[in-house]
């Protein structure tokens, strides 16, 4: 009967899992002045007035004592870039809040910086639920920042991102290929680029040598090996080149090294390169540009695999 409970149990917290939340961390003091947090995804509104925010807490939890007594805490909705914090305040741990800056809210409360939205709550009421508490809070104060949020979904956390309004597609139309996508994008993006480049007095073959010397001297042979040169120009001719124009010194003993004029044109051919890339993608939010910078890296390292 024990395992049937338990395989239901299970069950029905994985179907919970298909609801899409955000990450919270409840913060609170202890009567003993310690400083109390936990990550909970618990969490939801109540009214608007007076405004009013609950959420729950396991029975078995360390923190339950410390949040029955509480007359104080604060609900802090994680941004995006808050995984890591979700994890620490997740955990058992005799200190949560080592190393980290803390300000302070009624009642000397810990309250975290850097979070999309911050309610700090009196408690207004405690309710029975099952093997839970649940806890009614009526909001004194909060702010946000619009900071994306972090999400949470079937166990994983993620990032949320707003749908296009639908475009209708005729029935025999053909779903176009990720691979077309791709070159699509990376053909067009490139023309830009390179144009940039060009802009500088630069080949995009002679950039890519400069940028491989930013990190350090290389010979002759580890240039060759790296950057090709694309087979437009050999690498000695290339190197004594760049060379005559200020932007390496003469190899020494076989070794290439960028001078200040190769550094400064780098940096300046990149500021342009990033101006372009932020046009490219000035249809997308922050937290979508950097969710396709995520999900690129992801195929690249699959196909490389």
Same mark, same amino acid.
């Given at each position: 009967?024990?395992?049937?409970? *338990? ?37 939801? *509104? ?32 994680? $941004? ?20 980290? +800056? ?76 990720? $691979? ?52 437009? +120009? ?41 101006? +372009? ?8 939010? $922050?937290?979508?540009? *950097? ?5 690129? +890296? ?6 490389? $695999?």
């Amino acid at each position: 009967m024990s395992a049937t409970i *338990s395989d239901k149990t299970r069950q029905f917290r994985n179907a919970l899992g298909s609801f899409a939340t955000g990450v919270t961390i409840i913060t609170t003091r202890s009567p003993e002045g310690a400083d109390i947090g936990v990550t909970a995804n618990s969490f939801n *509104s109540v009214s608007l007035d007076p405004p009013m925010v609950l959420w729950s807490l396991a029975k078995t939890s360390t923190s339950f004592d410390a949040f029955m007594k509480a007359e104080n805490f604060a609900v802090h909705i994680l $941004a995006m870039d808050q995984e890591g914090l979700s994890g620490r305040f997740a955990r058992s741990s005799p200190d949560k809040f080592a190393g980290l +800056t803390v300000e302070r809210g009624p009642g000397s409360i810990p309250l975290l910086s850097g979070c999309a939205a911050r309610f700090l709550c009196r408690t207004a009421y405690r309710h029975e639920g099952g093997d839970h508490i649940i806890l009614v809070g009526e909001v004194d104060e909060f702010d946000h920042d619009g900071h994306a949020p972090l999400a949470f979904h079937g166990g994983r956390y993620g990032m949320f991102i707003k749908n296009d309004a639908p475009v209708p597609a005729a029935d025999d139309a053909p779903r176009a290929l990720l $691979a077309d996508l791709l070159a699509s994008a990376e053909e067009g993006l490139a023309r830009r680029l390179d144009a940039d480049v060009a802009a500088f007095g630069l080949a995009p073959h002679e950039f890519d040598l400069l940028r491989l010397l930013v990190a350090g001297p290389r010979s002759l042979e580890e240039l060759e090996e790296m950057a090709g040169p694309s087979g437009e +120009t050999e690498t000695v001719v290339l190197v004594d080149d760049l060379a005559a124009r200020g932007l390496v010194s003469p190899p020494t003993n076989g070794t290439v090294v960028i001078a200040t004029a190769g550094h400064d044109a780098v940096a300046a051919v990149t500021a342009q390169i990033e101006k +372009t890339e932020a046009s490219a993608l000035e249809g997308l939010t $922050a937290h979508e540009a *950097s969710l396709l910078r995520r999900l690129l +890296t992801r195929v690249v390292r699959t196909l490389d $695999a």
